[in-house]
């Protein structure tokens, strides 16, 4: 095969749309930022406020992950199965779906139509628009999920009884996880919001809308967190010249993502009294569980990272550290997003126990933890994805490696300076979801550097993301260069039989499902008995 | 790898699904409901306790079940407070109320204090009475004739009388107060109704009749009161003890407004 990706208009629109979207939602964050620190004066209309909170969320939680999945997606059907993606027409068409639904949803917020942050917040209702344009996106991503089932069957029928490459067998883990977790905001949007948003109903039960939305909310972390993870094991080990420690050590990740992430969104809901403690028990228990894929990878990754060592000369126990390629930007950035996973995890062993979540619930700490794991630990692996993909999408080279390390550095050092005092300010007890603070109270006063720091972080990532697309912008345009083969990492021992389980989806699948019943089940139909509702609030010009 | 490997990870994975969710499930519906307060409950009602159901009081919930659901929606205005045209209003027609809650929202009784209360709690509650979602002597026909106005009037008035000295909360406050009780589904009374912190809607607590904070908490638990949406503060009513139920009444009662 040619060593340009076939699909690659396709992918590059995915991606390119994905990183316009990234930048401008940057943008609103860090206006959010300055706005409230002490370096601006109040924000006029607290509406312009919450406006910009919605489009940051929506193009953050929506838009760009599920455009950087479903491109990384295309390409590792491409790349990894070695066949031309079957369904390119239903390709485009989803794309198509997903940017006039983001579009839609997008302009509605900005024209003031729908203040209700991306988690929605019912009985809060806002223009009908918005809710159908997240829609058209989900839906528009499922039909990605589509594809990538269908692609993996067909090449299965061609190659009977092979295992499936490692890049697929996770990629369509992922796919998988999507489908299902976003049916939680499907059901909420569909059953709830949108008929009290188009006028058919007038009251809307707020406490199973939270419930519904925590189904989704928990779970869709992962789903972001899947093509960082995918980097993890098939770029990184290839890219600082390692083996990837063990294949079936990855697919028990991927797979144990796939059964933990859903039955846990509970703990989003701890101070809510109308769910059970029960529930809040079995939420938190599971949730801890959630660690045990994550602890693998760690372990894997880092175990493959000391091969690539000591295949380079290092050695003592920890000497090899030294012979590791600290100017390669993947071995910079892997370790970037460690530590910020370490810490964004240690963070998050807080939010999840049920009794000390109380300490930090609603607070910036909060918004602190899932920066730092979200544009932390996980976006700095979807530059290290464009970076690495970049020639083979657009046949031009990557040359200025300096600029690269500076992106990286700057992203890391950025993240670090914005979410740290958040958490600090959380546990000085400071709200999230604040348009202002008035610094001249002086318990408030010594909150106020936390804001300016915030700003100050925040505008280093802003930096960090103008080089990133001037990077690809440069290579896009620049000079051609002589590609080889794409290729993943390479386990240690060569992958002849995987475990059948290891290899299909079925039983995680099942288990799956058959948690997020055991889970939700009750809950929900302890709501619905309830049988209360309130009056809808709406959100309009 | 061995021939049977395959079957095997996905049985033993299974297993170990199962047994965290069997640990999880003893734990979270048996082994924790049964410390603490509601000791007496038999481990079915536990059991529902720990799942949310708010509703095991014999008899009581169903006999007395309102068909009316609570249903406000409070006019942004009122965050805003009252013109003094308003307020002045609102005095006059307070002038029925003062037999019971005094003639400067203090009532020096049984009934609420509903000076400096929240606006939108006044509003709140009163609609509820009109309306048949709350029942209560003769709450219910005082609030019949009551105009939307008026209504917003006599909230206004009642958030514009002075409050005593506020105070911030003090580290002697109950437990429940401060930090609540995780584990029977208690978040923090003060987290809500002051003095740590302060949600809309929720009303403010300081001050107000022993009598009247425990007999409204007992209304909760038992169902007879049910106007809080999503069973909210009926589910954390229910988690009380008698003691507990007494504890956090006194210490309201005994805080300064």
Known sequence: ?541 | MSEDAPARIGFKATLVVIAVGAFAFTMGFYILPSNGAGATDTIWQRMCRAAGFTRTSPGSASALASPVFTSVIVPKDLYVGGTAEQIGHGATLALRCAVCHGAQGVSGGDAPDLAAQHPEVIYKELLDYQRGARTGGVMNAMAASLSADNIVDLADYYASLPPENAVLMSMNAPALVRVGDPMRNIAPCGSCHGTVDHKKGAPSLNGQPYTYLNAQLRAFASGVRRNDANADMRSVARGLSDADTVLVAKYYAGTPR
């Open chain 1, 1 to 541: 095969m040619s060593a340009v990706i076939k699909a690659r208009h396709l992918i590059l629109a995915h991606f390119w749309s994905a990183f316009v979207v990234f930048f401008a939602a940057i943008l609103l964050g860090e206006w959010q930022m300055v706005v409230r620190s002490p370096m601006h004066a109040w924000v006029d209309l607290p509406e312009h406020y919450y406006r910009a909170v919605t489009g940051h969320g929506t193009a953050m939680a929506y838009v760009f992950p599920t455009l950087v999945a479903m491109g990384f997606g295309y390409s590792i059907v491409e790349l990894a199965l070695k066949q031309a993606l079957i369904g390119l027409r239903w390709a485009w068409f989803a794309f198509g779906l997903l940017a006039v639904g983001a579009l839609m949803a997008v302009a509605t917020v900005a024209a003031g139509g729908a203040s209700v942050l991306y988690t929605f917040y019912p009985p809060l209702v806002g223009s009908p628009f918005y809710y159908i344009g997240v829609v058209m996106v989900v839906v528009g991503s499922w039909i990605w999920v589509g594809l990538m089932a269908v692609n993996l069957h067909a090449w299965r029928k061609a190659n009977p009884g092979l295992p499936v490459p490692l890049a697929m067998y996770a990629a369509t883990a992922g796919a998988l996880l999507w489908a299902w977790t976003a049916v939680g905001a499907a059901l909420e949007i569909l059953l709830q919001i949108l008929p009290v948003a188009l006028g058919f109903k007038d009251r809307i039960d707020a406490g199973l809308a939270r419930v519904l939305f925590s189904w989704t909310l928990h779970a869709i972390v992962y789903f972001w967190l899947f093509p960082t993870y995918i980097a993890y094991y098939v770029i990184v080990p290839r890219a600082i010249g390692g083996r990837l420690y063990s294949d079936v050590m990855a697919r028990l990740a991927f797979v144990l993502f796939l059964v933990f992430s859903m039955p846990i969104g509970v703990h989003h809901l701890f101070m809510d009294p109308e769910v059970g403690a029960g529930f809040k028990y079995v939420h938190s228990v599971f949730t801890g569980m959630v660690a045990i894929p994550t602890l693998l990878t760690v372990f894997t990754i880092c175990a493959s990272v000391e091969i690539a060592a000591r295949l380079r000369g290092g050695h003592g126990l920890v000497g090899w550290l030294r012979a590791l390629p600290w100017n390669n930007p993947v071995m910079l950035a892997v370790t970037f997003s460690f530590v910020m996973l370490g810490l964004g995890g240690a963070g998050g062993l807080i939010n999840m126990s049920y009794p000390l979540d109380s300490t930090i619930h609603n607070t910036q700490w909060v918004t602190g933890h899932f920066h730092l794991i979200f544009a932390g630990a996980i976006v700095i692996m979807y530059f290290i994805i464009a970076y690495d993909l970049w020639p083979h999408l657009t046949g031009g080279a990557l040359r200025n490696f300096t600029m690269i390390r500076l992106q990286l550095w700057l992203w890391f050092i950025g993240t670090l300076v914005m979410t740290l005092p958040w958490h600090v300010a959380g546990l000085l007890g400071m709200p999230r979801r604040m348009a202002y603070f008035d610094y001249s109270n002086p318990t408030i006063a010594p909150e106020a550097w936390t804001v300016t720091a915030a700003a100050l972080g925040g505008a280093m990532m802003v930096a960090s993301v103008v080089l990133f697309l001037w990077v690809l912008y440069r290579a896009q345009r620049g000079r051609r260069m002589v590609l080889t083969a794409y290729r993943f990492s390479v386990p240690v021992h060569p992958v002849l039989v995987v475990p059948a389980p290891l290899n299909g989806f079925a039983v995680w699948v099942a288990l799956m499902v058959g948690l997020t019943i055991a889970n939700y089940g009750v809950p929900i139909f302890h709501l619905l008995s309830l049988k209360t509702s309130v009056p809808a609030v709406f959100s309009r010009e």
